[in-house]
């Protein structure tokens, strides 16, 4: 029951019963508190108890908490989950945690039903405004640790896709201890940003500690941070199909 898995799109399953409680999230921009690196990339931290994700393949209400963006060495491997084998440019995770069954999100990770993940996909295209307002202050936290505050408000509900088709499984955390607590929702269209600001998160460093030859820092940078694919053991894909 591992993630992520690669997504067979000649296998998944539509099922309406996913339209009759559709999809609904409520973001709120000013409670993106932070940006941090976590020594494996960037994370925005999210504070407040108003941004919400409801409805779809989920029967309670999950609180976000954090966001965070995975990246390959190259364009075609920057993404956790693939489609019919292909990857994309990077992976967005908006991650929610069960606020109607448990009492912390340590908890809650732990859990069943504990965690849910929205997953967005990147492709190489047009600068994306929204993703600058991270890409921009990436060089305040190039050290693992480093974390500073967001100058301009972030809106979380700005990188969800104009279509709303998605799929949906069960499956784990993509990062140690991988707990298999996740619903995952996956939007089946990608969206642009560009080829600079993927570059731009491989600045950062995966340690606090400064390397440098000829003046340039070489020891440690995040040029990719992608868990491989994972069986996908008889698990069933559904999809919404909007």
Same mark, same amino acid.
């Given at each position: 029951?591992?993630?992520?898995?690669?997504?067979?799109?000649?296998?998944?399953?539509?099922? !309406?019963?996913?339209?009759?409680?559709?999809?609904?999230? =409520?973001?709120?921009?000013?409670?993106?508190?932070?940006?941090?690196?976590?020594?494996? /990339?960037?994370?925005?931290?999210?504070?407040?108890?108003?941004?919400?994700?409801? *409805?779809?393949?989920?029967?309670? +209400?999950?609180?976000?908490?954090?966001?965070?963006?995975?990246?390959?060495?190259?364009?075609?491997?920057?993404?956790?989950?693939?489609?019919? *084998?292909?990857?994309?440019?990077?992976?967005?995770?908006?991650?929610?945690?069960?606020?109607?069954?448990?009492?912390?999100?340590?908890?809650?990770?732990? +859990?069943?039903?504990?965690?849910?993940?929205?997953?967005?996909?990147?492709?190489?295209?047009?600068?994306?405004?929204?993703?600058?307002?991270?890409?921009?202050?990436?060089?305040?936290?190039?050290?693992? /640790?480093?974390?500073?505050?967001?100058?301009?408000?972030?809106? !979380?509900?700005?990188?969800?896709?104009?279509?709303?088709?998605?799929?949906?499984?069960?499956?784990?955390?993509? =990062?140690?201890?991988?707990?298999?607590?996740? =619903?995952?929702?996956?939007?089946?269209?990608?969206?642009?940003?560009?080829?600079?600001?993927?570059?731009?998160?491989?600045?950062?460093?995966?340690?606090?500690?400064?390397?440098?030859?000829?003046?340039? !820092?070489?020891?440690?940078?995040? =040029?990719?941070?992608?868990?491989?694919?994972?069986?996908?053991?008889?698990?069933?894909?559904?999809?919404?199909?909007?």
């Amino acid at each position: 029951m591992q993630s992520p898995v690669d997504i067979k799109t000649s296998l998944v399953t539509q099922d !309406p019963q996913l339209l009759q409680r559709p999809l609904s999230w =409520t973001y709120v921009p000013k409670n993106c508190k932070s940006l941090l690196n976590t020594g494996e /990339g960037w994370k925005v931290v999210v504070e407040g108890q108003d941004s919400c994700l409801t *409805g779809g393949p989920l029967e309670h +209400s999950y609180q976000l908490v954090q966001f965070h963006c995975h990246w390959g060495k190259c364009h075609s491997s920057g993404s956790e989950h693939t489609v019919d *084998g292909k990857g994309f440019a990077g992976e967005l995770h908006l991650v929610h945690w069960n606020v109607d069954l448990y009492n912390s999100v340590e908890e809650a990770l732990a +859990s069943p039903k504990g965690v849910a993940v929205i997953g967005i996909f990147f492709q190489i295209g047009r600068h994306n405004d929204e993703l600058g307002k991270i890409t921009d202050i990436l060089h305040e936290i190039t050290q693992k /640790g480093e974390e500073c505050s967001l100058p301009k408000k972030i809106d !979380p509900a700005a990188f969800i896709p104009e279509s709303h088709d998605y799929w949906t499984y069960e499956g784990s955390l993509t =990062t140690p201890p991988c707990y298999e607590s996740v =619903t995952w929702i996956l939007f089946k269209r990608p969206i642009e940003v560009s080829e600079e600001q993927i570059e731009k998160f491989k600045l950062l460093h995966s340690s606090n500690l400064k390397a440098y030859v000829n003046g340039e !820092p070489v020891v440690g940078k995040v =040029t990719e941070n992608c868990r491989p694919v994972q069986p996908l053991n008889g698990r069933i894909i559904r999809e919404a199909p909007y």
